[in-house]
């Protein structure tokens, strides 16, 4: 499985971010996907993920009634919308995908929340 995130970029405080995760490989289908975000001189933090079996999500407090996340299985793309943003959303944002003991990491995108 094989993830590439992009919609990265540079917004002001109160703006919107799409970011998006194309994912690949043969069984994609099955994996739980999710994004991740690390901030400088932070850990990373789960903070939304789409359930494989029934599309069940889940966000973090931090981002809950902000963020939405989605997934089209036709495109193979997994999206996180983010609305209302806050300077302390800036972190690289990376989308992630297990299944049992399988896991996969793709290559942050970074997003600045500034004025």
Known sequence: VQLQASGGGLVQPGGSLRLSCLVSGATWNV???????????KEREGISCIRN?????????????????SRD?????????MNSLKSEDTAIYFCYARSGSNKYW?????????S
């Not at 299985?73 to 919308?81: A, F, P, W």
Request: glycine share 8%.
């Open 106 to 114: 793709g290559q942050g995108t970074q997003v600045t929340v500034s």
């Open 31 to 41: 994996y739980d996907i999710a994004w991740f975000r690390q901030a400088p001189g």
């Open 73 to 81: 299985r036709d495109k193979n793309m997994v999206y996180l919308q």
């Open 53 to 69: 079996s029934d599309s069940t999500t889940y966000h973090a407090e931090s981002v809950k009634g902000r963020f939405t996340i």
